[in-house]
């Protein structure tokens, strides 16, 4: 099947920029979505991407999407100790309604 | 404008019961999926609903159901429930498609002892 991955853990300084990363097997993806998760709490969508945008910035935010090598990241600038937190990576394709997601990355903000 | 409503946020049961989850969606969305989240396998899609009906299937066994109302409220149930059914069940909102944006509830946490 189609297999979504991530790195399991970064730690990163506060006020340094976090760049987690992700890839993804199933080229018919439509949209590309990240997702973060606190502890107890459910998945909160911090952004998504169309396929057809290699980028997209939404203010400490920014997605990049090279479709060719299926890879998609997430830069946090100035990374706080708010942000830590479990990412997620997802992915779902044109005709299909179920997201895959990647097993999660650990965001670490040391102060 | 209130978000996803899951109820109840925990859960413990034993072993062979049945458990009813349930998952109020945003005002005007008429997507729910549902997700089963476990340490061991991540996050996994259950089924997906769009106007009463199921519109997907995720690779779980027939204990495992949902339904939908006419008012888009869904409800999964879980028959003859075993030590691995414990896991955080998130319900997922979508205007039509989860193509677009999909906003999560906090879950539901159930415990089978």
């Known amino acids: 099947g189609e297999d979504v991955e991530q790195s399991l853990f970064l730690s990163v300084r506060e006020g340094d920029s976090s760049v987690i990363n992700c890839t993804y097997t199933d080229s018919s993806s439509t949209y590309l979505y990240w997702y973060k998760q606190e502890p107890g709490a459910g998945l909160q969508l911090l952004t998504y991407i169309f396929s057809n945008m290699d980028m997209k910035q939404d203010q400490r935010l920014t997605v990049l999407l090279n479709k060719k090598d299926k890879h998609l990241s997430l830069r946090i600038a100035d990374t706080q100790t708010g942000d830590s937190a479990i990412y997620f990576c997802a992915e779902i394709g044109n005709n299909n309604n179920d997201m895959r997601f990647g097993a999660g990355t650990r965001l670490t903000v040391k102060p | 404008k209130a978000g996803v409503t899951q109820t109840p946020r925990y859960l413990i049961k034993t072993r062979g019961q049945q458990v009813t989850l349930s998952c109020s969606p945003i005002?005007?969305?008429?997507?729910v999926s549902w997700y089963q989240q476990t340490p061991g396998q991540g996050l996994q899609f259950l089924f997906e609903?769009?106007?009463?009906?199921?519109?997907n299937k995720g690779n779980f066994p027939g204990r495992f159901s949902g339904r939908q109302f006419s008012n888009s409220r869904s409800e999964m149930n879980v028959s003859t429930l075993e030590l691995g059914d414990s896991a955080l069940y998130l319900c997922?909102?979508?205007?039509?498609?989860?193509?677009?944006?999909?906003?999560f509830g906090q879950g539901t946490r159930l415990t089978v002892v």
């Open positions: 997922a909102s979508s205007l039509t498609t989860p193509n677009t944006e999909a906003f």
């Open positions: 609903y769009f106007s009463e009906t199921q519109r």
């Open positions: 005002s005007g969305h008429r997507s």
